[in-house]
């Protein structure tokens, strides 16, 4: 987070095809940032898509929450926490630094909250209402263990055999993005609070927490749509095509970077700036999506 603040220029939004060879499992153009559409049921993993779509680009003005850890080990990021819930603050959102951990904390609205506990925490969650967008994680070790996304039999305990507690409890709650590791991580995988700096640029939830955690792995589980992207203002697009192109142009208080044109899927055209003009010959009539 000091880094993020501290830095004249953001980098650019996440893309694979610039992802660097490492001659390791990072090679060339194949990091994809994906998020599972999972909870303790099929209406949870439902609610995450909906709950993305509502969020685009509302702004919200709840708090970015970050709760002390619940002992030392949970509590590694809590002097990062704090500066950023402050630089929030001065920056105009709602940021919030509780210096005591609350295991029974309620009554809260809620866009962001990180906090660390093994088992008390699951007691502070459903009490607060999260809004369309709010990004949370649990620096404890085995909140995505599988067997803390089943319910029993009839449904109505979930989940039926809990390790500490399980990430998909914030789902439940109404989070639309949650983090868990599968399995003892250590502390320092677990994502930064520079999370919540990079979500409110604009940022969307896949990259924020991409872009904010030192490690990856198979032991990190990410729930939710990681295109959820609160904070943005689109740029309003306008498209024009005849017989023999297609022209786009964007246009966006801050300047546009550049345009890319996409046909079933598949990118067709990409130019600089906010202007792009593609050859599409085609007869009058056609459909093109």
């Known amino acids: ?25 990072g090679f060339a153009g194949q990091v994809f940032i994906v ?27 709840q708090e970015i929450m970050c709760m002390r850890g619940e002992d030392a080990a949970r509590a590694a990021r809590d002097p990062e ?20 951990f609350d295991g029974a904390l309620a009554g809260h ?15 502070a969650i459903a009490g607060n209402t999260f809004a369309p967008g709010a990004i949370t994680d649990n620096l404890t070790s085995y909140g995505a263990v599988p067997s803390n996304f089943f319910c029993n039999d009839d ?15 914030f789902v ?15 502390n320092n995988v677990f994502p930064n609070a520079g999370a919540f700096l990079h979500y409110t640029f604009g940022y969307s939830m896949g990259e924020s927490y991409f872009f904010n955690q030192r490690f990856l792995y198979w032991e990190n589980v990410h729930l939710g749509d990681p295109l959820a992207t ?29 345009v890319a044109l996409f046909q079933d899927g598949m990118r067709v055209g990409e130019a600089a700036g906010a202007d792009l003009e593609s050859a599409m010959p085609g007869d009058e009539g056609d459909v093109l999506n």
């Open 230 to 258: 609160p904070y943005a203002i689109r740029p309003v697009v306008t498209i024009e095509a005849d017989t023999e192109a297609i022209t786009v142009h964007a246009e966006h208080a801050d300047g546009v970077a550049s």
């Open 109 to 123: 609205d809620l866009m962001g909250y990180f906090t660390g506990s093994a088992a008390t925490v699951k007691n």
């Open 81 to 100: 926490c704090e500066l950023t819930t402050r630089m929030l603050t001065e920056a105009g959102f709602n940021g919030v630094w509780l210096d005591a």
């Open 155 to 169: 449904g109505s305990v979930c989940p039926a055999s809990e390790s500490q507690t399980s990430c998909a409890r």
């Open 172 to 186: 439940r709650a109404g989070a639309t993005g949650a983090h868990g590791t599968a399995v003892e991580p250590f």
């Open 1 to 25: 987070a000091s880094s993020i603040i501290r830095d004249g220029e953001q980098q650019p939004s996440f893309r694979r095809a610039l992802v660097e060879d490492t001659g390791g499992y």
């Open 35 to 61: 998020q599972s559409l999972d909870g303790f049921d099929y209406e949870d993993a439902h609610d995450l898509i909906d709950r993305s779509v509502a969020s685009d680009g509302t702004m919200p003005a």
